[in-house]
């Protein structure tokens, strides 16, 4: 900050007019860029609020019960209309901020902070972080698919050793000496 403004760092002894000009000068400047960061805040707290409801929407998707209930054409409907805002929504307003926030930075060359860190690291780690969650959580789906595939398709034991008794049964009963007559 004293870099920015060195004459707050460096205060005169007797404060004149042409030092309360270089604080009004500053002031204007300080306002000036508040005003240009409006829209990209806005942009923050709507990004903010689109991934709360990722999150909800994670939360919704893993509750295998969703599906029984007597609205759930109603849930459905919301289900999806959460789903298109969070999967496709969110990341085109991530890169139109990426770029904002970017820009920003250019022309005032300073760090954008939010919550006492820069803000596109956060947001690039957040995006990291989701994509790896996801990526494990399609992994565990997998997994528990192919598990599931595995036993419903193999026959329960009874029917092996049935099987088995059964197959014995035919070859001590001399069903190869059918053939030889």
Known sequence: QKKLFPAFAERPEVEDESYLETLKGYTAKLEARFEGLQPILSRIERRRELVAEREEYQALISDPNRL????????????????????????????????????????????????????????????????????????????????????????PAAWKRTRRRLGATKKKAGVGSENKR
């Open 68 to 155: 029984k209930s007597r609205s759930s054409g109603l849930t459905q409907l919301k289900e999806n209309e959460m789903r298109i805002r969070v999967e496709k929504k969110l990341p085109k307003l991530e890169s139109i901020l990426a770029t904002a926030v970017a820009k920003w930075e250019k022309e005032n060359e300073t760090t954008l902070m939010i919550d006492e860190s820069p803000f596109l690291e956060t947001m690039r780690m957040e995006q990291k972080a989701h994509e790896e969650d996801e990526k494990q959580r399609r992994q565990t789906r997998t997994e528990q698919l192919k598990l599931r595939k595995k036993e419903e398709n193999a026959p």
